[in-house]
Structures are given as structure tokens and as C-alpha cells.
Nanobody, 123 residues
Framework: EVQLVESGGGSVQAGGSLRLSCAAS????????MGWFRQAPGKEREGVAT???????NYADSVKGRFTISQDNAKNTLQLQMNSLKPEDTAIYYC?????????????????WGQGTQVTVSS
């Protein structure tokens, strides 16, 4: 069973940075593609960034140039570096894994989810 555990959320002022991490079960990255999603109060969950087993990446337009997704296969961790944060980035952030829909930003195509970590950006 795939297990995902996020960490690194917190509160920051606009323009600041945060780095999220997701600890995954051993071997997850060999067979599954990973993604970061977020859900703000009253809004649907939306895709933020994805990374293929090959290392190729995909980003939502709203975060391009500000967020970077990466993974450390040796440590079984997924990261999301978030720079130039804006108040509209405030949300619960989730890491997720999919077997068949690599690079999809559609949450329904992901089979495994972490519990989420809160990110709050103040103006």
C-alpha cells in the first residue's frame, strides 16, 4: 500500500517562500507518477504540479515560474519549492500518486493521497 505524508506547510508573508515535502513508501517513484494539488476553502481541489517517473514536469499556469517540483529517489521524498508566494496560494496542499495518468492535473485521476499540509500566505 502506498503511503504519503506531507510536511513543511506554515504561514508566510506575500513574496516569501516555503518548501513542502512528501515522504513516500519505498519504491513509489519507480512505478507511480507524482503530483501536488491544493484546495482552498470553498473551492475545488486543483492540480499544481506533476512529475513523471522520467523526471519531466508539468505546472499549472498559476504557478509557472514560481513553483518547482522535484523528487529524491534515494530518499523517497517529493518536494515543492514555492517562491514569490501570493495570498491566493493559501490552501491545503496534498501530494498524490497515479499509476496511469502521468502529468494529469485532474485530481480524480490520482489513486493515492496524503493527509495534506496547510499553507497560509498573508498580504
Amino acid at each position: 500500500e502506498v503511503q504519503l505524508v506531507e510536511s513543511g506547510g506554515g504561514s508566510v508573508q506575500a513574496g516569501g517562500s516555503l518548501r513542502l515535502s512528501c515522504a513516500a513508501s519505498v519504491g513509489t517513484f519507480r512505478s507511480l507518477c507524482m503530483g501536488w494539488f491544493r484546495q482552498a476553502p470553498g473551492k475545488e481541489r486543483e492540480g499544481v504540479a506533476t512529475i513523471h517517473t522520467t523526471g519531466s514536469t508539468n505546472y499549472a499556469d498559476s504557478v509557472k515560474g514560481r513553483f518547482t517540483i522535484s523528487q529524491d529517489n534515494a530518499k523517497n521524498t517529493l518536494q515543492l519549492q514555492m517562491n514569490s508566494l501570493k495570498p491566493e496560494d493559501t490552501a491545503i496542499y496534498y501530494c498524490a500518486a497515479t499509476r496511469y495518468y502521468c502529468h494529469s492535473l485532474v485530481s480524480g485521476r490520482y489513486n493515492y493521497w496524503g493527509q495534506g499540509t496547510q499553507v497560509t500566505v498573508s498580504s
